[in-house]
């Protein structure tokens, strides 16, 4: 990690793709999977809400990332390119479901599955591995929004987003922004 000097106004816009990221797996993934699962049994579409918001929030994420590039200071436009780096992971997941579901269904509907062994391939294949996703996207995002109020950034994203040449790299002991 390293650590530069930055506007506190910087800090304030680099929050927020991390904050779009944790609404999406807690807010979206989490929450609302619970509450859509106890009415599901009575309104089983409502469970399409939650993909359905997570890839409108995962592609305004990558939409705006790709904008960050040309509209943002280096700074927040950084960590824009972090949470893509994330999002893109985390679409893979999705997309892992979404062919794991499809070929349950043609395997109950074609293929003559047992609907036991389809449920057990979906939840094993499919959500057990988005969720631990999730669980582990939200310690690292967790983790990044921290680093984002304490200006620092990955290495990998310095390398290849190198700072500009007013922005200067500080110790530890600075404090993280100027006035």
Same mark, same amino acid.
């Given at each position: 990690m390293m650590r530069?000097?930055?506007?506190?106004?910087?800090?304030?816009?680099?929050n927020v793709p991390h904050e779009i990221?944790?609404?999406?797996?807690?807010?979206?993934?989490?929450?609302m999977a619970i509450a859509a699962g106890g009415i599901a049994g009575s309104?089983?579409?409502?469970?399409?809400?939650?993909?359905?918001?997570?890839?409108?929030?995962?592609?305004?994420? &990558?939409?705006r990332a790709k904008r960050s590039l040309h509209i943002d200071p280096w700074y927040p436009m950084c960590h824009?390119? +972090?949470?893509? %780096?994330r999002s893109r992971i985390f679409i893979a997941m999705l997309l892992l479901l979404l062919?794991?579901?499809i070929f349950g269904w043609i395997g109950y509907t074609y293929l003559g599955m047992m609907r036991e062994a389809v449920l057990a391939l979906?939840?094993?294949?499919?959500?057990l591995p988005v969720?631990?996703?999730?669980?582990? &996207?939200?310690i690292i995002e967790?983790?990044?929004?921290?680093?984002?109020?304490?200006?620092?950034?990955?290495?990998? +994203?310095?390398? %290849?987003?190198?700072?500009?040449?007013?922005?200067?790299?500080?110790?530890?002991?600075e404090p993280a922004y100027y006035d």
């Amino acid at each position: 990690m390293m650590r530069f000097a930055v506007s506190p106004e910087d800090i304030r816009k680099a929050n927020v793709p991390h904050e779009i990221f944790l609404t999406n797996l807690i807010g979206n993934h989490i929450l609302m999977a619970i509450a859509a699962g106890g009415i599901a049994g009575s309104f089983p579409w409502v469970m399409a809400l939650i993909p359905l918001i997570s890839f409108s929030l995962l592609g305004y994420t &990558l939409w705006r990332a790709k904008r960050s590039l040309h509209i943002d200071p280096w700074y927040p436009m950084c960590h824009w390119q +972090v949470c893509a %780096r994330r999002s893109r992971i985390f679409i893979a997941m999705l997309l892992l479901l979404l062919g794991i579901l499809i070929f349950g269904w043609i395997g109950y509907t074609y293929l003559g599955m047992m609907r036991e062994a389809v449920l057990a391939l979906i939840g094993g294949g499919g959500i057990l591995p988005v969720m631990v996703t999730v669980l582990v &996207l939200i310690i690292i995002e967790s983790d990044a929004l921290y680093h984002a109020n304490q200006a620092k950034l990955p290495d990998w +994203v310095v390398k %290849r987003y190198p700072p500009p040449p007013q922005v200067r790299r500080i110790s530890e002991a600075e404090p993280a922004y100027y006035d």
